[in-house]
């Protein structure tokens, strides 16, 4: 049997952070990755010459000194990664019909933009961007170097977005333009934190930033350090069973027969996933696994990927997240087949000029009942229904972005689609949810796990720990190792790097 330090379970952002983290810091580590290729939400495809990307279109905090930025730079990529930045003055757009009001970069432009829409509010939108400031901070390259991953954050893991926002204005049209871009994550109000929402919104408030050439890049950058650093990262290598040698992990089982050992396994993947694979459940206690089992996942998402005709859509560095004109940011009557959606977010790819977009990735929330007719089936089998309700749903969706961009339809070139099914083929993530374990306001601290584990040398980590994003999962790997290496020489090393 192969020894290894540190057995890493999936190969998507938080597998490969901490597969960068804990080989950098001497460890012999192995990452294992189920599917043929490595990366998991990073991967992208190629269609017709242009490379799609799959679960990554924006990322925040990336200029150099802020905080992601200082995490890309430890693991030793940062000089690799092909980044556009979006316009720091609309890096986002958000749309109720006509209305239109966008999301500036920096806390004064962010605040004057808004309130040249809303003059009347401008202490509410100061109100506001004075909390995402506070949230914001609890995670910060200042911090790090001073020997810590993050300020209490825990407050605000308890409260409301819906409710934050709603006592810093009394303006419902406010309301619904500041939670314009949550409604892609959480369509619950009365579940979404403030801390979640603060965290991603604070990191674009800084700067706003588009992979370009394909997020694959990412994974493939980060696989090349673990490897510098003698690590291995295998694909085609799923692992089927956790034995268990009394209250430790004696081996991973991989694909059915082949047996690794590791003196710690992190796993990477949804944690109720994590406890089915133990050879004895009850090694978690039974009213715990209930309870990981029974946490809600967030929706997931149906994407409509438009190749463009080339020169025809002029590429603009904004997303746009548009909303039907009645829809309070929240809550509406949802019907997809009747062209009512609740949001639709836009991005697009630049062509090598940055004129024009080669590619627009529509991305819509779509809950589990709409795909249930084929949830028994697998990819490449899942029936001629199947292609004719993805083709009606990306007409749905191209109609409804129509009514905002109306040269939409000449300009496409060719149509692709992927449902939360084809994501559950490709991360193997439950149901296909794009975001994991919804972390409940309601009840922060019985939906906030712990990297630890009741298996002494097991540990958790990625999105469903923390926040998810780019971000969170990074702050994730990084309370991961620690536990393993040490939090004050962790946090120091990364900070300083
Ligand atoms: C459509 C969509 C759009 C998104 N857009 C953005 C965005 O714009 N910006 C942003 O910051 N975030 C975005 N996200 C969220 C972000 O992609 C995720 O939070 C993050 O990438 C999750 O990383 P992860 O490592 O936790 O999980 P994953 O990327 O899901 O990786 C898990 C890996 O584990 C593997 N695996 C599973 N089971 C096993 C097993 N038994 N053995 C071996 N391997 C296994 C899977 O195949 C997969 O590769 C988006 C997500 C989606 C779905």
């Known amino acids: 049997m192969e020894h290894y330090d540190a057995i890493i379970i999936g190969s998507g952002l938080g597998g490969l952070a901490c597969g960068a983290t804990l080989s950098r810091e001497g460890m012999k580590v192995c990452v294992l990755e189920r599917h043929g290729v490595l990366g998991g939400c990073l991967q992208s495809f190629r269609r017709q010459g242009r490379m799609l990307d799959t679960g990554m279109h924006?990322?925040?905090s990336m200029a150099p000194g802020q905080i992601l930025h200082q995490y890309f730079k430890y693991y030793g990529i940062a000089?690799?990664?092909?980044?556009?930045r979006l316009d720091p003055e609309a890096y986002d757009v958000i749309r109720f019909g006509e209305e239109r009001y966008v999301y500036a970069c920096g806390y004064d432009r962010f605040a004057e933009r808004l309130a040249e829409r809303f003059p009347a509010e401008r202490a509410g939108i100061e109100a506001y961007c004075d909390l995402l400031q506070r949230v914001g901070t609890t995670i910060s390259p200042e911090l790090l170097r001073a020997g810590r991953l993050s300020a209490d954050g825990s407050e605000y893991m308890g409260l409301s977005v819906f409710e934050s926002i709603a006592e810093c204005t009394r303006n419902p049209e406010l309301r619904r333009v500041l939670a314009g871009t949550t409604g892609l994550h959480s369509r619950d109000r009365a579940r979404t934190s403030f801390y979640e929402h603060a965290m991603i919104q604070h990191s674009y408030i800084e700067s706003a930033w588009r992979f370009v050439g394909g997020t694959q890049h990412v994974a493939d950058a980060l696989v090349e350090a673990i490897r510098r650093h003698g690590g291995e990262v295998r694909s085609g290598m799923e692992v089927t069973r956790l034995g268990l040698d009394g209250r430790k992990i004696g081996y991973v089982e991989v694909n059915g027969t082949d047996r690794l050992a590791g003196r710690y396994v992190v796993s990477a993947i949804h944690p109720a996933a994590t406890f089915a694979l133990l050879d004895d459940p009850n090694a978690i206690r039974p009213a715990f696994f209930r309870h990981v089992r029974t946490l809600g996942n967030s929706c997931g998402i149906f994407t409509t990927y438009l190749l463009m005709k080339p020169g025809s859509c002029p590429y603009v560095g904004s997303n746009y997240y548009l909303h039907a004109d009645e829809s309070d940011g929240w809550t509406m009557r949802v019907d997809y087949r009747g062209c009512n959606l609740p949001v639709v977010l836009v991005c697009m790819q630049p062509d090598p000029t940055r004129n024009y977009a080669e590619a627009l990735s529509l991305l819509v929330p779509?809950?589990?009942?709409?795909?249930?007719?084929?949830?028994?089936?697998?990819?490449?089998?899942?029936?001629?229904?199947?292609?004719?309700?993805?083709?009606?749903?990306?007409?749905?969706?191209?109609?409804?972005?129509?009514?905002?961009?109306?040269?939409?339809?000449?300009?496409?070139e060719a149509v692709y689609t992927a449902s939360p099914l084809t994501y559950r083929h490709y991360t193997a993530t439950p149901d296909g949810s794009a975001y994991g374990i919804v972390k409940d306001c309601r009840n922060s601290l019985s939906t906030h796990l712990s990297v630890r584990t009741r298996i002494e040398n097991l540990l958790l980590t990625g999105q469903n720990i923390n926040v998810h994003g780019a971000l969170g999962v990074c702050v994730s790997a990084a309370a991961t190792c620690s536990a393993l290496v040490g939090e004050e020489y962790l946090t120091k090393k990364i900070g300083y790097e």
Not at 392 to 410: E, G, H, K, L, M
Request: proline letters at 5%; a negative charge; zero cysteines.
């Open 58 to 60: 924006y990322v925040g």
């Open 366 to 412: 779509m809950p589990s009942d709409e795909w249930q007719p084929w949830a028994g089936t697998t990819l490449g089998h899942r029936g001629a229904d199947y292609a004719a309700w993805k083709e009606r749903y990306a007409q749905t969706s191209i109609d409804f972005v129509a009514r905002y961009f109306p040269a939409i339809r000449s300009q496409i």
């Open 79 to 84: 000089d690799r990664l092909q980044l556009d």
